[in-house]
């Protein structure tokens, strides 16, 4: 029998204490939703979403049923932020937008506000409506202190998001200057344009994760394919509507999405040629309309919760999902050596797609699905996510048993949670794994999947050196490349060279090293390859921020690569020591606000010479780099404070130059 839960499905009365709580049950599915939703948001902004909008959507629709004062649905975004990039805070915070999904809804919400408005006169909110569509990306705040550019934040999790203004400072739509004077807080999102897509990532799907991978970036490489479009200004008084508010940031040289001002039936006539043709020949994604009360000040009287207005909300395109039939389930062997189910079946038209694969995420959903050949299932499909298997509609089959063996290399599998993994380090799945890393890490972006598969595919490559082996034949024979590709991909390589000592560890791709913990490790006095391999693992235990599990995983992962490590040294591939040696030898520099170049490179740069930079102003940093030497920001006071030198971009050229002559000479 179940317990009494009085207050299960309802918000419990702030003045009532004790009582009996919801069974445990629910309460125990409540926790299990709420983890879940943190967890799906944290992939989502950071670009590498797990499920579908439309489950993740489901799934918080169920927890606001089961309980819709759960602090999660209050919160905005994600605060799991990956910071290799400096914390900042926003002036106002930024919210989000409560969403409906069908006519009836929208119509609803138009209702609402009408009865939240009452007696304040004002003309029927039905007849006063501005829309918008809803650009798909990455939010983002931009500050203009007197027509400069300063500053570039993401939303994060409203109240503190990541700083990056030198990424954002290469984007299109982004001026560095304009004529507006004051200080200036416009939102806008961060988007990539499916041409850029197809010019720039061939290989790539999903542009909403490519521009948050891209924006996020710590080399810069890649921003300057992003476009920022813009729709929101914080607080500014003289302006009246939404309709102006447009207006006005277009004057000042910003794009914004495309609008309009009418009625709701003109918003509900939009939303339906949106639906069939409008949204299909835009150059950028977008998942709904944004629908306001267009008088700001009746939305200032409408007011907000949890950081989402109630005089303005999302109108989203219903997600596609359809019914089709499994025809088989494949096992593929990722680069990590993941091997993930994707069921085969018969094609379905999606979202003007045709469907065939549909993933079925991990072995463990498998079997909770209890997924079988034959079966009906629920295929979706929202603009940037792979499909998905939703669900069983329909069981016909048996249900499938994971396989026991790498249907790429035959190698035995292994379980570890949810998953089953090849762990054979001669897989090609596993080469090819490694090979993306280092191309990811050194910022080769010429290269895609495809152009790594084809050579591991055609023997040329079997481990990091090889490509610095490589001809311009081995890849100019491949099909569909040419002499100008092969050319262009090879140079990349070589231009890269040579490696910092933090980016030749993240490049090996070993498991919890990433670019921010290799640096840690240098600046921990391993600053030689020699040094960090010869670190005992309590050693790297002990440094401040790394923790036991990583020095774990080091210490295993470079004892596990010992030989191709050994091979790389013999093949020339030494990274640079960034001790004492080269003109900027025992200098230490810290970099702030937007720079001519990205930071990675300006970084890159600095490291290359024998530099080495920090991430704040200490009394123990030579230069602060900063585009006005005669700032008055709070970082430039400080350097000031304790006699940093603070320089321009060309004075550390200049620098650079100088210490080189005098150490040649
Ligand atoms: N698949 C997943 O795992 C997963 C996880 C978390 C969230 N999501 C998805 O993210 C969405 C919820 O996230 P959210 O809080 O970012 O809200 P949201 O994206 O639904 O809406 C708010 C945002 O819309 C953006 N926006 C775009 N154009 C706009 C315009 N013209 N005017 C105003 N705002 C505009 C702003 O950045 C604003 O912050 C849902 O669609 C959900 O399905 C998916
Ligand atoms: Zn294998």
Same mark, same amino acid.
């Given at each position: 029998? @179940?317990? +009494?839960? /009085?207050?299960? !499905?309802?918000? =419990?009365?702030?003045?009532?204490? &004790?009582g009996l709580?919801?069974?445990?049950?629910?309460?125990?599915?409540?926790?299990?939703?709420a983890?879940?939703?943190?967890?799906?948001?944290a992939?989502?902004?950071?670009?590498?979403?797990?499920?579908?909008?439309?489950a993740?959507?489901a799934l918080?629709?169920e927890?606001?049923?089961?309980d819709?004062t759960?602090?999660v649905?209050a919160r905005?975004?994600?605060?799991?932020?990956v910071?290799e990039?400096?914390?900042?805070?926003?002036?106002?915070?930024?919210g989000?937008l409560?969403?409906?999904?069908?006519?009836?809804?929208?119509?609803?919400?138009?209702a609402?506000c009408?009865?939240?408005?009452?007696?304040?006169?004002?003309?029927?909110?039905a007849?006063?409506?501005f829309?918008?569509?809803?650009?798909d990306?990455?939010?983002?705040?931009?500050?203009? @202190?007197? +027509?400069? /550019?300063v500053? !570039?934040?993401t =939303?994060?999790d409203?109240?503190? &998001?990541?700083?990056?203004t030198a990424?954002?400072?290469r984007?299109?739509?982004?001026?560095?200057?304009?004529?507006?004077?004051?200080?200036?807080s416009?939102?806008?999102?961060?988007?990539l344009?499916?041409?850029d897509?197809?010019?720039?990532?061939?290989?790539?799907?999903?542009?909403?994760n490519?521009a948050?991978?891209?924006?996020k970036?710590?080399?810069?490489?890649?921003a300057?394919?992003?476009?920022?479009?813009?729709?929101?200004?914080?607080?500014?008084?003289?302006?009246?509507?939404?309709?102006?508010r447009?207006?006005w940031?277009?004057?000042?040289?910003?794009?914004t999405?495309r609008?309009a001002h009418?009625?709701l039936?003109?918003?509900?006539?939009?939303?339906?040629?949106y639906?069939?043709?409008?949204?299909?020949?835009?150059d950028?994604e977008?998942?709904?309309?944004?629908v306001?009360?267009?008088s700001?000040?009746l939305q200032t009287?409408?007011?907000d919760?949890?950081r989402?207005?109630?005089?303005?909300?999302?109108?989203?395109?219903a997600?596609?999902?359809?019914?089709?039939?499994?025809v088989?389930?494949?096992w593929?062997t990722?680069?990590?050596?993941?091997?993930?189910?994707?069921a085969?079946?018969?094609?379905?038209?999606l979202a003007?797609?045709?469907?065939?694969?549909?993933?079925?995420?991990n072995?463990?959903?498998?079997?909770t699905?209890?997924?079988?050949?034959?079966?009906?299932?629920?295929?979706s499909?929202?603009n940037?996510v792979?499909?998905?298997?939703?669900e069983?509609v329909e069981k016909?089959g048996p249900?499938?048993?994971?396989p026991?063996?790498?249907g790429?290399c035959?190698?035995?599998?292994?379980?570890?949670?949810?998953?089953i993994l090849c762990?054979?380090?001669s897989c090609?799945?596993?080469?090819?794994g490694?090979?993306?890393?280092?191309i990811d890490?050194?910022?080769?972006?010429?290269?895609?999947?495809k152009?790594?598969e084809?050579?591991?595919a055609?023997?040329?490559?079997?481990?990091?050196l090889?490509?610095?082996?490589l001809?311009?034949?081995?890849i100019?024979?491949?099909?569909?490349r040419g002499?100008?590709i092969?050319?262009?991909?090879l140079?990349q390589?070589?231009?890269?060279?040579?490696?910092t000592l933090?980016?030749?560890?993240?490049?090996l791709?070993?498991?919890?090293?990433?670019?921010?913990?290799?640096?840690?490790l240098?600046s921990?006095?391993?600053?030689?390859?020699d040094?960090?391999?010869?670190?005992?693992?309590?050693e790297?235990a002990?440094i401040?921020?790394?923790g036991?599990?990583k020095?774990?995983n080091?210490?295993?992962g470079?004892?596990?690569?010992?030989?191709?490590?050994?091979?790389?040294?013999?093949?020339g591939?030494?990274p640079v020591?960034?001790a004492?040696?080269g003109?900027l030898?025992?200098?230490?520099?810290?970099f702030t606000?937007s720079g001519t170049?990205?930071?990675?490179?300006?970084?890159?740069?600095v490291e290359?010479?024998?530099g080495?930079v920090?991430g704040s102003?200490?009394k123990?940093?030579?230069?602060?780099?900063i585009a006005?030497t005669?700032s008055?920001?709070?970082?430039?006071e400080?350097?000031?404070?304790?006699?940093?030198?603070l320089i321009?971009?060309?004075q550390?050229?200049q620098l650079?130059?100088?210490?080189?002559?005098?150490?040649?000479?």
């Amino acid at each position: 029998m @179940k317990q +009494g839960n /009085l207050f299960a !499905a309802q918000p =419990r009365p702030a003045s009532l204490q &004790g009582g009996l709580d919801s069974n445990a049950e629910q309460r125990a599915r409540i926790d299990e939703l709420a983890q879940r939703v943190e967890r799906y948001r944290a992939s989502y902004y950071a670009g590498n979403t797990e499920i579908s909008d439309a489950a993740y959507d489901a799934l918080e629709d169920e927890l606001r049923a089961l309980d819709p004062t759960h602090p999660v649905l209050a919160r905005v975004g994600s605060s799991a932020l990956v910071t290799e990039w400096e914390k900042a805070r926003h002036e106002i915070p930024m919210g989000s937008l409560n969403k409906v999904v069908n006519e009836d809804e929208l119509r609803a919400w138009v209702a609402r506000c009408e009865e939240l408005l009452g007696k304040e006169p004002h003309a029927p909110v039905a007849s006063d409506l501005f829309v918008a569509e809803k650009l798909d990306g990455i939010s983002i705040e931009v500050l203009y @202190k007197d +027509g400069k /550019l300063v500053d !570039a934040i993401t =939303r994060g999790d409203g109240e503190w &998001g990541e700083r990056i203004t030198a990424n954002v400072a290469r984007m299109k739509g982004v001026p560095a200057r304009i004529r507006e004077r004051g200080h200036l807080s416009v939102r806008g999102e961060i988007i990539l344009r499916l041409s850029d897509m197809k010019a720039h990532f061939p290989g790539v799907t999903s542009p909403r994760n490519m521009a948050a991978g891209l924006s996020k970036r710590f080399d810069g490489q890649g921003a300057e394919r992003c476009t920022v479009m813009f729709y929101d200004v914080a607080e500014h008084a003289e302006i009246p509507t939404c309709r102006r508010r447009f207006e006005w940031l277009r004057e000042l040289g910003f794009a914004t999405p495309r609008s309009a001002h009418g009625t709701l039936d003109d918003v509900i006539d939009l939303y339906r040629k949106y639906g069939s043709e409008l949204r299909g020949a835009l150059d950028y994604e977008i998942d709904g309309l944004v629908v306001y009360v267009d008088s700001l000040n009746l939305q200032t009287v409408l007011g907000d919760l949890n950081r989402r207005p109630r005089g303005a909300v999302a109108f989203k395109f219903a997600s596609p999902a359809k019914v089709s039939k499994v025809v088989a389930i494949q096992w593929d062997t990722g680069p990590s050596g993941r091997v993930t189910p994707v069921a085969i079946v018969e094609p379905v038209e999606l979202a003007g797609a045709v469907v065939q694969r549909a993933s079925l995420h991990n072995a463990a959903n498998v079997r909770t699905l209890g997924l079988g050949v034959g079966d009906e299932v629920l295929v979706s499909r929202r603009n940037d996510v792979i499909p998905y298997v939703e669900e069983v509609v329909e069981k016909h089959g048996p249900a499938a048993q994971p396989p026991t063996t790498c249907g790429v290399c035959s190698g035995a599998l292994v379980t570890e949670g949810e998953y089953i993994l090849c762990r054979n380090a001669s897989c090609r799945a596993l080469i090819e794994g490694r090979i993306h890393n280092w191309i990811d890490a050194i910022g080769a972006l010429e290269w895609g999947d495809k152009l790594i598969e084809q050579l591991v595919a055609a023997g040329h490559l079997r481990e990091p050196l090889d490509l610095y082996k490589l001809k311009v034949k081995d890849i100019a024979d491949l099909e569909r490349r040419g002499e100008k590709i092969a050319k262009k991909c090879l140079d990349q390589i070589q231009s890269r060279l040579p490696l910092t000592l933090p980016v030749f560890l993240t490049a090996l791709g070993i498991e919890g090293f990433a670019l921010q913990t290799a640096r840690l490790l240098v600046s921990a006095g391993h600053d030689t390859l020699d040094k960090v391999r010869a670190a005992k693992e309590a050693e790297l235990a002990a440094i401040p921020g790394l923790g036991a599990i990583k020095a774990a995983n080091i210490t295993r992962g470079l004892a596990a690569r010992k030989d191709e490590i050994d091979r790389l040294i013999a093949g020339g591939i030494q990274p640079v020591t960034t001790a004492a040696e080269g003109p900027l030898g025992g200098l230490t520099f810290c970099f702030t606000g937007s720079g001519t170049r990205p930071r990675g490179e300006l970084t890159q740069l600095v490291e290359s010479n024998g530099g080495r930079v920090l991430g704040s102003v200490t009394k123990e940093l030579n230069y602060l780099i900063i585009a006005d030497t005669s700032s008055t920001s709070s970082k430039a006071e400080k350097a000031r404070k304790y006699g940093t030198k603070l320089i321009t971009e060309e004075q550390l050229d200049q620098l650079i130059e100088e210490r080189r002559a005098a150490g040649a000479s």
